[in-house]
């Protein structure tokens, strides 16, 4: 919670990408033994291997689009 802000975008984040996920995406930690796509997800997520951008539209709810990209390995 400390990095997305709340519970929605937290939600949409991990949702997001346990779909990609499932879809054949590897994934972006070593140890994944014994893990499900969402403990994964999660655990990329608090390693900082995802990022997203959130969006809010003028008169309407804000709607948060998790862009989940590969940080760039140095």
């Given at each position: 919670m400390e990095k997305v802000g709340d519970a929605y975008t937290l939600i949409n984040i991990v949702s997001?990408?346990?779909?990609?996920?499932?879809?054949?995406s590897r994934p972006l930690i070593a140890d994944t033994e014994k893990m499900g796509w969402a403990d994964i997800a999660m655990t990329e997520?608090?390693?900082?291997?995802?990022?997203?951008?959130?969006?809010?539209f003028k008169n309407t709810a804000p709607v948060y689009?998790?862009?989940?990209?590969?940080?760039?390995?140095a």
């Open positions: 997001k990408r346990v779909r990609q996920l499932s879809s054949g997520l608090v390693s900082d291997k995802l990022s997203w951008e959130t969006s809010e689009t998790a862009n989940l990209r590969r940080k760039h390995r």
